[in-house]
């Protein structure tokens, strides 16, 4: 595995901490590219690799690309894009794609990366930036399995756990539902402290007692004293937020369930995108159940 060529196709702070890590374990990444030219050059300077200017020349670079990219439009862009795209000279090659998206486009590249003679993963992660530095992601995976088990040792250093669910977009449905759950607990975390604050309680003593109480919550350690405090540093954006817990309701809507409580999150989120707070981390939320603060 170690002889395999890596690159990465979107390095933002996720992707370009997962290419560090997987440099610092011994992989050679010969390959990254970004639409932000700058960065990208700068990241390949720092691993000594190539920042492609096209798409195809990163897959003429690498046996396995890594795409990191924001949503369902950017995913067709590089793989269905007009001229250049990655699906370009592809046989023979792994695309392993990361980012949380629909099941349904990675079902769509799966079956488009199988007639140019390729394989797919869907590799979402479920960590946060300092985890893919540390190489302590927890990744859930789908799609070919034969690739999986050849990437295995690769997918190992990246990762603490790991889980294969099965065919393609099985993996993509599991973290909408885990990004689904999380945003939920977050909006839900915030009204509570919201609340309390009102009713003039020490905030303090109202995280501690929810913390040995039902009302305990894994956001309740991560977003607790953040959205206290007012320091929403983004790990996790309100507008990706959104866009995850969108991406549950529509599958919700496509089975005919009706999921109350995920359509409340969605309708947060959407109105901290419209109130210019998208680019906080999703602990912003509390900004709008605070009595005065925002609007």
Known sequence: MSSQKIAFVGIGR???????????CGFQVTAVYDVNR?????????????????????????????????????MRTIFFGEGDKLLQGASGKIFVNCATLSPAIHREVSAAAAKAGARTLEACMASSISHAREGKLYLMLAGDEPAYNELLPLIEQMSVNRRFIGAPGRAAEVKALVNMVMNINTAGLAEGLGLA??????????????????????????????????EHDCWFSAEHAAKDSGIAAQLAKEVELTLPLNEATVGQYQLMVEEGLGALDKSGVAELTFKGRHG
Do not use: P
């Open 197 to 230: 604050d009102a009713l003039g309680h020490d905030l303090g003593m109202i995280r501690e007692v929810f913390s040995q109480t039902g009302a305990n919550s894994r956001v309740l350690e991560t977003d607790g004293a953040d959205m206290v405090a007012r």
């Open 14 to 24: 996720m992707g370009a901490n997962m290419a560090r890590r997987v440099q610092d």
């Open 38 to 74: 700058h960065a990208a050059q700068a990241l390949a300077d720092e691993l000594r690799s190539t920042a492609c200017e096209t798409l195809s020349a990163v897959t003429a670079a690498a046996d396995v690309i890594f795409t990191v990219v924001t949503n369902d439009e950017a």
